[in-house]
């Protein structure tokens, strides 16, 4: 039975909008090898002052001055159309797949409008569906799928809370938790 945890070192980050202090996002973007900003994710890298490799989305989230940011310093935009049947995020989080990235940290995305927080988190069960794991992060939150028939590990820390909710019924996925105290 493998044991995974989900590490930032590791993880590909997709950001997207985020109301939360931008200092939070910092190391785990300037430690990854590639970013992309899920359209107004770009507003997180723009206050950093650190180029993502890629803009993904319709642009409708970010401003004027994202987007000038974006041009001058010559950073790529795909951009899709505002009518579409996926998110800004699920377009990022395809092409971060298609790119072979399998350890996928979304930024942000979780808490601002609720459509999206809901959207955010079944992304979690359609990347593991794509063969990646996905782990939304706040400064607040680590919301991560746990696998049937995979040992999978929780880091925790002193007076820290772990909520597990299943969703699925089956009577076959139990779900065992140990963790310890540092």
């Not at 945890?5 to 910092?26: E, K, M, N, W």
């Amino acid at each position: 039975t493998e044991i995974y945890t989900l590490s930032l070192d590791d993880a590909l980050p997709i950001a997207g909008a985020a109301s939360q202090d931008d200092s939070f996002y910092f190391p785990i973007i300037r430690q990854a090898n590639c970013n992309i900003a899920a359209d107004g994710g770009a507003g997180i890298y723009h206050r950093l002052g650190i180029k993502p490799d890629l803009i993904v989305g319709d642009c409708d989230s970010m401003t004027l001055q994202e987007l000038e940011w974006a041009h001058e310093n010559g950073i790529p935009i795909q951009r899709f159309p505002i009518e579409k049947d996926a998110t800004d995020m699920q377009l990022a989080l395809d092409i971060a797949i298609q790119r072979k990235k399998i350890k996928i940290a979304i930024l942000g995305g979780i808490g601002g409008r609720m459509d999206h927080t809901l959207a955010n988190l079944f992304l979690l069960l359609y990347a593991h569906h794509k063969g990646a794991e996905v782990k939304l992060i706040d400064p607040w939150h680590e919301i991560s799928l746990l696998v049937a028939h995979r040992k999978q590990r929780i880091p925790t820390k002193k007076k820290e809370s772990v909520s597990i909710v299943p969703i699925s019924r089956s009577e076959e996925h139990t779900s065992e938790l140990q963790s310890r105290q540092s």
